[in-house]
Structures are given as structure tokens and as C-alpha cells.
């Protein structure tokens, strides 16, 4: 059975739900509608009772290469704040059942915070993770650098978040981001299989055990998302990002000045 959405597929396969990422023609960048058209079906499925685990992916060359950089590049701190769209985000975050990643070729940016929102990662072995943001002048916004420091500890999250540079599945499976790497053709069925595994386990376990494991690493989380997003709307009142941006869209090498 599948949704008519712009931005996404989703269908139920016995009881496990997908949400496909279907942008392919822009390697699935992440604009606002498309956030709110994720979690709204994260949402409905969340209360679906045919429904046991979900899982997300995405169509094509990536699983998402991060915010949609034409729809962001124009963006004020104050459009930000107005639009508010890290409120449908912090939704993710009260989904009770299990969440699968099932990622292909690039998690980047807002792509890869929408990993780290998910329960369980796996990953095709020529995925690339990374934060770019610095590259075009901002930072993460969506939960990046509270949720990958959580995940590999303070020194290597820094030399990631600074370099931007992409990190290959091996190195991200090496440092914890990911559960486990599959050869690309065969991501999808080894995902579904192991959400079929995890499907037939006792609902309310799989729930009250999300919830404190949640505890474990979320308590004081809160606090860094709201001076992550103070400083990423800060940085969208600076020269460099009119210019890393717009490098982007011209296809062109940035030129920073501290600005
Ligand atoms: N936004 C908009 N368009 C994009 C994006 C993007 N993030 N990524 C790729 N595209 C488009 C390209 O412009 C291109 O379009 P066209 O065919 O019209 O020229 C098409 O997708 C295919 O991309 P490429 O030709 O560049 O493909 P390559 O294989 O050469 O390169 C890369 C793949 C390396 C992934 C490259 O596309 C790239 O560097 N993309 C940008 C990655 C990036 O900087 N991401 C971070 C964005 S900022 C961010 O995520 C901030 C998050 C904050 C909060 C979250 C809110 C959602």
C-alpha cells in the first residue's frame, strides 16, 4: 500500500513501514516541505497499529545530501526563527517505535542528522557521512553537533565538524555511527530482514526500552540543541554564508573572510 506525498514514497510490507527520500534529481536535499511530509508519515505510522517498526530510506544515488541549499540560501536569522521548521524535527524525537536507517551513498548534512535521529543505522560500505556546512559558512542545525558528539565523543566529533570532510562507512562504523555495513545491492533486503526480526518482538518492550535508552543519552541534550540552533541562525547573518552558498550554486570554490 503506498501515500501519495511530492517528497517522499511510504508503504506498509507486513508490519513494517518504509518512508523512501524521493528527490533523486537533487540526491534528495531536504527542503521544509519535505521534513514536515517525513514526519508527518513517521507520525501516522507511529499510531498505525498494522505497524511495528519503520524504516527510512532513500531513492537513487543518496539517502539525502543535506538541507535544501537553494531553498536555505536566501534565509535571515529571523525567516528562520519564523518558520521554525526544527519544531516538525524535534518531533522525530517522540516517535515510540522503532526507527531502521537504511542508507545509500551520501548521508550528509541534514541528511545525516536524520540518521542520527534513527534508531538503528545501516549502511550500504560505499556510503559518505559528513557535516559540509562549515564549507559553505554555517554549521549544523538539526541536532548535529549534539547527536554525532553523543555518538563518538568530543575530540573526533570536533575534527569531522571542522573539516567537513566526508567519512567513509568504514570510518563511521569504526566510531559507532553505524550498526552495520552491507554491500550495496543488498541493503534494503538485509534491512528488512533484520526489521522483520525486530517486528516480531513484544511492542511494548521494543517501546518502554527506546524510552530508556532515550534517557540514557538525551537528558541533557536540550540545552546544546538550543545553543546549536542560537549559532546556526547567527551564522545565516554572515557574508560567509552568502558566499558559501552561493559558491555552491555557482559551482565555484568558496572564498571566506571571517565575516
Ligand atoms: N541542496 C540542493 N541541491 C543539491 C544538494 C543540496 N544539499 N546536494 C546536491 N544537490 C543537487 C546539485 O546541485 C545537483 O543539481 P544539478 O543537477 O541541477 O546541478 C544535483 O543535486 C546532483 O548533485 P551533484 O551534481 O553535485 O552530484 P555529485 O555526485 O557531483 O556530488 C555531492 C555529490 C558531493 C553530495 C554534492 O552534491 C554536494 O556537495 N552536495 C551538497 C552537500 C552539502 O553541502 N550538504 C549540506 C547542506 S547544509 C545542511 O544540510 C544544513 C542542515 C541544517 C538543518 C537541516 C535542515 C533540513
Known sequence: MSNAHQFIESWIEDSIAVIQLNRPEVLNALNREMVEEIVETLEGYDK????????????????????????MSADTPITMDSINQFATWDRIALIRKPIIASVNGFALGGGFELVLNC??????????????????????????????TKVMGKA????????????????????????????PEVLFEETMKFASKIAKQPPLSLRFIKEAVNKAVDSPLVDGL???????????????????????????????KGK
Open 48 to 71: 498505525d497499529d498494522r505497524v511495528r517498526v519503520i524504516v527510512l530510506t532513500g531513492n537513487g544515488r543518496a539517502f539525502a545530501a543535506g538541507a535544501d541549499i537553494d531553498e
Open 156 to 183: 573526533k566529533a570536533l575534527e569531522w565538524l571542522w573539516l567537513g570532510e566526508s567519512m567513509t562507512a568504514l570510518e563511521a562504523y569504526k566510531n559507532g555511527v553505524v550498526n552495520r555495513l552491507i554491500a
Open 226 to 256: 538550543q545553543l546549536e540552533r542560537k549559532n546556526f541562525y547567527l551564522l545565516f547573518d554572515s557574508e560567509d554564508q552568502t558566499e558559501g552558498m552561493q559558491a555552491f550554486i555557482e559551482k565555484r570554490k568558496p572564498n571566506f
Open 119 to 148: 534508531d538503528i543505522i545501516f549502511a550500504d560500505e560505499n556510503t559518505q557521512f559528513g557535516f559540509p556546512e562549515v564549507n559553505l559558512g554555517v554549521m549544523p542545525g538539526a541536532g548535529g553537533t549534539q547527536r554525532l
